[in-house]
């Protein structure tokens, strides 16, 4: 039997398959809750089923069609966003952080406030496994500045959309 993060792993070939036949952008997001072994020393296990079925739930509002969420480990999930890159991931990490991570989440009779870290990382044509594990690092980096923490993968080859909209000052430009 696959394992969840086997999963988003064989998606993430597919896609980067795709995003490499048709030239498109792919980003992978993974966040995790802040202190999820502490709540699950607080919670009872139907409450912990709660908080994870409500964060799915909530998520999967902002996804578009065609995008991908695997549960990756306990408290951590995974979104694969083809047609997107780390610029725009960080921008849907933003969305979470406020949306799904904003307001309390319902338990039984209790309300939890909770925070996630994310990690991201753009395909720019590389190897899943490459990419998988930049956003790997990139959350860690993401866990020990703190809580509702997000890093982008300084691995990406993608170019920053800033720098696209920056006009070009030469010399001869400048001369009519």
């Known amino acids: 039997m696959l394992s969840k993060r086997d999963e988003l792993i064989a998606a993430l070939f597919r ?13 992978v997001v993974l966040f995790g809750i802040d202190d999820w072994a502490g709540w699950q020393r607080k919670l009872e296990k139907q409450e912990l089923a709660e908080v ?8 999967a509002r902002l996804l578009r069609c065609y995008d991908m969420m695997q549960r990756y480990s306990d408290g951590e ?6 047609g997107c890159n780390s610029f725009n991931a960080v921008g849907m990490a933003e969305r979470l952080r406020l949306t ?7 338990t039984g009779h209790r309300y939890l406030t909770l925070s996630a870290c994310y990690g991201i990382a753009g395909s720019g044509g590389r190897s899943p496994l490459v990419v998988l594990r ?16 997000i890093e982008r993968s300084s691995y990406d080859s993608e170019p ?4 696209l909209l920056m006009p070009v000052i030469e ?6």
């Not at 896609?15 to 980003?27: G, H, N, S, V």
């Not at 994870?52 to 998520?59: H, L, N, P, Y």
């Not at 920053?160 to 720098?163: H, K, L, N, R, V």
């Open 52 to 59: 994870e079925q409500e964060i799915t739930a909530r998520t």
């Open 100 to 106: 799904v991570f904003g307001t309390a989440i319902r």
């Open 134 to 149: 930049n956003a790997e690092n990139a959350i860690s980096k993401a866990r020990a500045c703190g809580a509702g923490s």
């Open 15 to 27: 896609e980067t398959d795709r995003a490499q036949r048709m030239k498109t952008a792919l980003a």
């Open 77 to 82: 999930f995974g979104l694969v966003l083809p």
């Open 171 to 176: 010399d001869e430009a400048l001369h009519w």
């Open 160 to 163: 920053d959309p800033a720098m």
